[in-house]
């Protein structure tokens, strides 16, 4: 669903990270959406990106997401640092939810690094209102740097920090953390990419429905080998994706108008049903019965280990 919403505020909420109140431009409710959940925004310089909802899921009056600057950024959040400004108007995609809570755990440990805390504060707001259990490890460089530890220190002991460049600080014991939770315990950890890893690692024995991850930035390179013919089954129009090429740009570059956001395979817009072939995937949401059934695919990072691939499209 495309919306028009417009930024009521921004707020400072670390030396790298700002938060923005959207709203509808008219009164009214915004669609809901569940802890974990993210939208889709496209900027005025072109680009998609995608940002975790960070307010309770109760609220269907705003959304609010939080952006740090990243100081590799391509383009995106130093747009966004650079230019959002309370009043204007933006095209909100979503919401999406590829980072779903399970709200009937008997207990949930959270592990979160960095800008990685946004998507983990609705499931700790959605918890607390369920009465249910929940611990959180936030981890970050330093105190001076943590977004919302003011908000966080209002939970008490089931919030603790971990600062591994102050005085005596060190990185987390992931595999520590892990092994200390409950048995039926469900684990989430959203952070950079070692830390993701680590988590990952360290989880992999445990059922794969208890171990939520999400990623912000892709594991591997996008399928890029091209050579294979992609047929789009509702118009029967086929092209062939040349080397250099992942199947998205191929079909943008023939004026196709297809969704996307990320490019990287971690956001879920550009999911697309497989009628016939072999995907080579190349995403981070899939599971891993998802992919050996071949039944969807991300167009964006994805391709073929077919000679062709017909696509619902």
């Not at 977004?147 to 060190?170: Q, T």
């Not at 830390?195 to 445990?206: H, I, V, W």
Request: aromatic share 8%; hydrophobic share 40%.
């Amino acid at each position: 669903m495309t919306l028009r919403l417009r930024v009521k505020s921004a707020t400072w909420e670390a030396p790298s990270v700002v938060s923005y109140d959207l709203r509808p431009l008219e009164p009214g409710e915004l669609p809901p959406f569940t802890a974990g959940a993210h939208v889709d925004l496209t900027l005025p310089n072109g680009l998609i990106r995608s940002y975790s909802l960070i307010n309770p899921q109760a609220e269907r009056h705003r959304y609010v997401i939080a952006v740090q600057r990243d100081r590799a950024s391509r383009g995106g959040s130093k747009w966004v640092h650079e230019n959002f400004r309370p009043g204007d108007i933006l095209t909100v995609n979503g919401p999406r939810n590829n980072f779903a809570l399970n709200e009937a755990a008997q207990k949930s440990v959270f592990i979160a690094g960095g800008i990685g805390i946004t998507p983990i504060m609705s499931m700790i707001e959605r918890l607390s209102t369920l009465n249910r259990e929940w611990e959180l490890v936030y981890c970050a460089r330093k105190r001076a740097d943590t977004a919302f530890a003011e908000k966080l220190a209002d939970f008490g002991s089931r919030v603790r920090f971990n600062f591994d460049e102050e005085p005596g600080g060190r990185m987390l014991d992931i595999a520590a953390t892990v092994r200390a939770a409950p048995p039926d315990a469900h684990l989430y950890c959203c952070g950079p990419l070692p830390m993701l890893e680590a988590f990952e690692a360290a989880a992999a024995s445990l059922p794969r429905d208890r171990v939520h991850v999400e990623y912000f930035t892709a594991k591997e390179p996008a399928a890029v080998q091209g050579g294979f013919t992609v047929v789009l089954a509702k118009s029967g129009r086929e092209f062939v994706v040349p080397p250099g090429k992942t199947i998205l740009d191929t079909l943008l570059d023939a004026g196709l108008d297809i969704p996307y956001s990320c490019t990287e395979g971690i956001c879920g817009t550009c999911e697309t049903r497989v009628l016939e072939g072999e995907p080579d995937h190349r995403d981070l949401i899939l599971t891993e019965d998802e992919r050996a059934a071949g039944k969807v695919m991300m167009i964006c990072c994805s391709g073929a280990k077919s000679e062709k691939l017909v696509l619902d499209l």
